[in-house]
């Protein structure tokens, strides 16, 4: 295990002041550990910086938080606001990550570390679990005093030069001045006396107090286990099957027993670890042991060893798994569901139900007799059925056999005669979502570990549906956006022809901010406009909303084209700082072919020529809109002859993930080239006919000339 070492003298400021506000918040609020997480120089990572009460090596994985995490911390640090979780159901409700890796009852508090618009981290601190009753206003007016306090310290220290960061690894410091011993000489002999050893833990897992037996026992002398890491003194007792039961111990008041093998190659005898915590430290027994009936698995082979064993290895992989699925809809979620987290439990069969108008409705399925389950679609809140109660009541059931589920609700339809379910309520964020159905084919007991686990999931897939339920109503609000906001016809004029198309991209929210328009100018001219929003979703579509009726008020009130472009970048930042666009503006004469182009940001044009030729025009342009309100918009003159096509597109019709922009362009000019222009509609299909599975949308806006306007002079003609 990874060392982490104490505090000394050479201490800079800012550590010792991260030890003061630790250590007393920890003692003003009655909790047995503490610490403070600092922001890294990147501002994407939370650091655990200094931390008191618990050993450093067995929370590693921790030490590191990405700001977006969904976890307590995080969460914490990007609100500004305080996070207090009571016990493990309020903890599970909001953040089931955290259970998932921690699956023991323990209250958490965080605040944040704030002064004016600076947030330097978050002050933490653990403590025994205070199920069903909250943090009170007088422990959470104390840890916020101690934050607010420990925040100006550090404006102070940073107005000093002192860089109020993180990078290193966490360093560790006392809760609380060692005590002098004070045991009895006659205690000690009789400690002496006992066959098992009998060691002492402070509250960082450093060895104190050492019985005669544990030399023979631990094969290792009392000199070289006073004052040292147990895991360095013992190094067996590191395995990383072991640590759940360290971290249970230091993290509750229950005491923990294990089997564990002293040595590993060749593998020892079997010895029985029995942990017992108390406010100031562990008291750790070893002794004697028959081999286990289930030997833990090692830690590659999660198949291995006990039901108990099992989940304790899997549940991290599987969590990881959920949390890290980019499944966007609830279907999708129930299939991730079906492949990982039936196999890691042996279930068989999977049913989940999504609550709506006070009704829960079936949204999932598998393994259950054809038909079986649609006589529990649409049950009300008020049936007492075991999956509308998981819900109601927030608990999860476990039944170890059908008969036991029968027994607990008389009369219940079954569909089978052998077996075990669990019903798990999905709860997001303390709202209900719907409950899930586990069914085994084997009547099975479920252990804590199994029931804290899967209690745990259910949060993660609750977090899921939910987000996948939203991502369902804000998809539908923007498609509807921009159904109506894009142009549902084009204007009809004598010698030019118009054609339009958008096609949505295959990743993400599927809605974007791509437009395009044609403009009747009131001077018998055309505009010809199309743009690109940044991002996706309801916020980008009503931006590209908005900007497509700038372009057209513009237009239409008699601008130039360098006025039109000018007056949308201004109106853009007023609307939304920070948020960027860019566009073409193409302002065609029908009779004469004369044009004027402006481009903001946007990619040039491609021109087909009336004989085939097709190039990729120069534009002269600005920056994208939205950036600069003083920027200005060149204008390009051109001159169209008849049957040259001009083709204006967004970039999603050119880029590819890992292929440079040019190769894309170059593509699109070639297949522009190769076919007949006409009829233009057939050309724009062809066009986008290669983009359907593309990840980004794509707008594309054809024009071309047929004939019958004036002649004009041969070099400009295009």
């Known amino acids: 295990m990874a060392r982490a070492d104490s505090v000394g003298a050479a201490t800079d400021a800012v550590v010792q002041a991260l030890a003061r506000a630790a250590v007393s918040a920890v003692e003003a609020v009655g909790g047995y550990a503490g610490g403070v997480y600092l922001r890294s120089r990147s501002g994407e990572l939370l650091q655990l910086a200094l931390f008191t009460g ?47 890796g921690l699956p023991f009852p323990f209250a ?42 420990l925040a100006h310290e550090l404006t102070a220290l940073s107005a000093a030069g002192e860089p109020v960061v993180w990078e290193d690894d966490p360093v560790t410091v006392p809760a609380a001045p060692p005590e002098a011993e004070t045991g009895a000489l006659g205690a000690r002999r009789a400690v002496d006396r006992l066959a098992q050893a009998v060691l002492s833990l402070d509250r960082q897992g450093r060895i104190g107090f050492v019985n005669s037996a544990a030399e023979h026992l631990l094969g290792v002398g009392v000199g070289q286990l006073h004052g040292r890491l147990l895991w360095e003194a013992v190094p067996w007792l590191g395995h990383p099957s072991h640590d759940d039961h360290f971290r249970a111990v230091f993290m509750s008041s229950e005491p923990v027993h294990f089997s564990a093998r002293r040595g590993r190659h060749p593998p020892g005898e079997w010895l029985s670890v029995g942990l017992y915590p108390a406010p100031d430290g562990v008291t750790v027994t070893i002794g004697t042991a028959d081999p286990p009936a289930h030997a833990p698995a090692p830690a590659a082979d999660p198949g291995a060893g006990s039901p108990a064993e099992q989940a304790s290895a899997l549940y991290r992989p599987v969590a990881l798994a959920i949390a890290l699925t980019e499944a966007v809809t609830a279907r999708q979620v129930s299939a991730v569901v079906t492949e990982e987290l039936l196999p890691a439990f042996g279930g068989r069969q999977l049913a989940i139900y999504l609550l709506d108008e006070r009704h829960l409705h079936l949204a999932w399925e598998t393994g259950f007799p054809q038909g079986f389950l649609n006589r529990f679609d649409g049950v009300a809140l008020d049936v007492r059925l075991p999956g509308v109660e998981t819900l109601t009541t927030g608990r999860p059931l476990f039944f170890e056999s059908m008969q036991r589920l029968a027994a607990a609700y008389p009369g219940i339809p079954l569909d089978a005669d052998v077996g075990a379910r669990a019903f798990l309520p999905l709860i997001a964020s303390g709202r209900p979502v719907g409950s899930c159905i586990l069914g085994f084919d084997s009547p099975r007991g479920f252990s804590p570990e199994e029931r804290t686990v899967l209690t745990a999931l259910a949060g993660l897939i609750a977090q899921a549906l939910a987000r996948a339920r939203r991502y369902d109503s804000e998809a539908a609000l923007a498609h509807g956006l921009q159904a109506a906001l894009l142009p549902h016809r084009l204007p009809v004029r004598q010698h030019v022809d118009t054609v339009g198309r958008y096609l949505p991209g295959s990743a993400g929210m599927d809605v974007g901010g791509d437009w395009y328009d044609v403009v009747e100018t009131g001077s018998g001219r055309l505009a010809l406009v199309i743009g ?88 002269a342009g600005g920056v994208v809109l939205g950036i600069d309100p003083e920027a200005t918009y060149p204008v390009t003159e051109l001159r169209l002859a008849p049957g040259a096509v001009l083709a204006l597109y967004t970039d999603g019709l050119v880029e590819l993930p890992g292929v440079d922009i040019d190769e894309g362009v170059e593509r699109l000019r070639l297949a522009l080239a190769s076919g007949p222009p006409v009829p233009l509609a057939e050309t724009a299909d062809r066009l986008i006919g290669d983009a359907a599975d593309r990840p980004d949308d794509i707008a594309l806006l054809l024009a071309s000339l047929t004939g019958g306007c004036e002649r004009a002079g041969t070099q400009d003609t295009l």
């Open 532 to 619: 690109d929003v940044q991002g996706h979703g309801v916020a980008a579509a009503a931006t590209m909303g908005q900007l497509r009726s700038a372009v057209r008020a513009f237009a239409l009130a008699g601008s130039t084209p360098e006025q039109v472009v000018r007056g949308t970048n201004r109106l853009l930042i007023d609307l939304d700082p920070g948020q960027f666009a860019s566009c073409c503006y193409v302002v065609l004469d029908p009779a004469s072919g004369s044009a004027q182009a402006v481009r903001a940001g946007h990619p040039q044009p491609l021109l087909r020529r009336p004989d085939g030729r097709t190039e990729v025009l120069d534009l």
């Open 108 to 149: 958490s508090l965080y605040e944040p570390l704030i002064a004016g618009t600076e947030r330097f981290g978050v002050l933490l601190v653990l403590r025994p679990a205070t199920p069903g009753v909250p943090v009170g206003a007088r422990d959470r007016r104390r840890l916020r005093e101690a934050a607010e306090g």
């Open 54 to 100: 618990l050993p450093l090596p067995l929370f590693r994985p921790w030490w590191r938080m990405q700001v977006n995490r969904p976890f307590p911390v995080a969460e914490a640090y990007r609100s500004g606001q305080a996070v207090h979780l009571a016990d493990a159901a309020s903890a599970m409700s909001r953040f089931p990550q955290l259970v998932a």
